[in-house]
């Protein structure tokens, strides 16, 4: 929540939206399916992935 705050994205929701935001506003690919587990059968719980988070990683670095 911090990130999106200093980011100026809407820090509402869950972990995985939270990521796709930032993600997504560095202009970087969002794959749920690979980035956090809403796709999965159970739906996940909020989860986001070691992939996913590497990926809002990269995202961090390009927008700061």
């Not at 820090?11 to 587990?37: C, W």
């Not at 989860?47 to 809002?56: E, F, P, R, S």
């Amino acid at each position: 929540m911090d990130v999106s705050k200093r980011l100026g994205i809407d820090h509402i929701g869950s972990m995985p939206e939270l990521a796709q935001r930032i993600v997504t506003k560095a202009n970087l690919p969002y794959r749920a399916d690979l980035f956090d587990s809403r796709l999965t059968p159970s739906g996940g719980g909020g989860t986001v992935t070691l992939d996913g988070l590497k990926q809002i990683l990269t995202a961090i670095k390009k927008l700061l």
